[in-house]
């Protein structure tokens, strides 16, 4: 197969080499424990804490259970006022945990929140903010953090997206009263399925690990409402494998994500996402066309020369009637309408960017 023929789809997930997955599930194999968090998942969680200098860290079973233990931890019941940009877990897991979606517009540089939409929506009933790190891209969480102050609100990031990000020199999952991460194959660092809450005290965390095992204190008694949220060993052992490549894999991200940013950024009026709070992980490499038909002219020649990107996030979120009430929010409608993910991965040659890159010029 020649790489012209080859399939190139909008991500694959950056895998250590296999002989190091193989030697760590030996272990798992000769230890015979499986699961209820293990030894793999306890060192795992030791580790990535480490690296990213977090307190406080749990690893679950996936980035939408991260984000409902996070508002059954914090005890919430009413409006959580969240971003229409965003993927549906983002609202699923609002309204699994009983409480209802209120959608603030974005920015239409950064695609996350626009703070200062947020105030005109709190009402009595709100009881907590959700962002998300869009694409890795740091919220402004220094204003959000000082409106929830004012409100008495609790805030809840969704940083999906956003291991590696830091803001402040700090990791972006350190802010919040809780941040949500997923640890899923398409993501920067993967556990095949993952996720992770970390929390910003010593009681959140402990309440967040007795929620992931069936609300158990250390003796087994059952002392609050909780569910199965573990990560088992083969996982864990996948993220410990793959935790060693992390540094490698983000600068390779970031040199890719320059190479397209570069090449594309002064043809054709394309535009991109604003990156100018914090550090981004360059997970994802968003652009944006003049109009729904022009992307619709680029992704129909991509595909048709075998090339996948993926549109995210269309439609935004609150224009899913099956599941939530319309409320209006021109920009996050407009934009989903009109970005495209490109390809990004490790396995991406230079060459597939420029041949990626020359046919959506070609297309435009
Ligand atoms: N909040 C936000 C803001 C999120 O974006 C997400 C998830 C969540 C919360 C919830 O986190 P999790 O519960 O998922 O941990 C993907 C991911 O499934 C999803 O995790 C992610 N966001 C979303 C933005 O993208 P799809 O439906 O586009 O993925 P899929 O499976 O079609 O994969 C895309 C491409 O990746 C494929 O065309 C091929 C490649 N791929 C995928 C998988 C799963 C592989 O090469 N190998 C694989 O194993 O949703």
């Not at 920009?331 to 420029?354: A, W």
């Amino acid at each position: 197969m020649n790489s012209e023929s080859k399939p190139i789809y909008v991500t694959q997930p950056s895998l250590a080499p296999l002989s190091e997955y193989v030697e760590l599930m030996e272990e798992v194999w000769n230890s015979g424990i499986l699961t209820h968090n293990g030894p793999k998942v306890q060192q795992l969680e030791a580790e990535v804490a480490e690296k990213f200098g977090l307190n406080n860290f749990s690893i679950v079973l996936n980035g939408t259970i991260a984000l409902q233990m996070a508002i059954k931890a914090l005890g919430l019941k009413g409006e959580i006022i969240t971003t229409s940009f965003t993927w549906v877990a983002t609202i699923s897991a609002i309204k699994w945990e009983g409480c209802k979606p209120v959608f603030c517009d974005i920015d239409p540089g950064t695609l996350n929140i626009d703070e200062n939409k947020i105030e005109s929506l709190i009402t009595d009933d709100t009881v907590a903010i959700m962002p998300v790190h869009v694409f890795g891209n740091p919220c402004n969480v220094e204003k959000i953090d000082s409106i929830a102050k004012k409100y008495n609100l609790k805030v809840i990031y969704d940083a999906a997206h956003a291991i590696g990000s830091t803001y402040n020199n700090k990791s972006l999952l350190s802010y919040g009263d809780i941040s949500a991460t997923s640890l899923h194959a398409t993501k920067l660092f993967n556990t095949g399925e993952g996720g992770a809450c970390i929390a910003n005290s010593s009681e959140l965390h402990e309440k967040l690990r007795r929620i992931r095992f069936f609300g158990h204190d250390q003796e087994k008694n059952v002392i609050e409402d909780g569910f199965n949220g573990k990560m088992t060993e083969i996982h864990a052992a996948l993220g410990l494998a793959n935790l060693k490549y992390f540094d490698k894999v983000l600068r390779d991200r970031q040199k890719k994500y320059f190479y397209y940013k570069n090449f594309l950024e002064n043809k054709n009026s394309l535009s991109f996402q604003k990156l100018d709070l914090g550090t981004c992980n360059y997970s994802y490499f968003p652009v944006i066309f003049q109009s729904e038909h022009q992307l619709l002219q680029v992704e129909k020649k991509l595909n048709n020369n075998q090339i996948y990107p993926r549109r995210y996030f269309y439609p935004s979120v609150n224009t899913y009637t099956q599941i939530v009430d319309y409320q209006e929010n021109p920009i996050s409608e407009d934009i989903s309408k009109r970005i495209l993910c490109l390809p990004l991965y490790k396995d991406l040659t230079f060459d597939e960017i420029q041949r990626i890159c020359n046919l959506v010029v070609e297309s435009i």
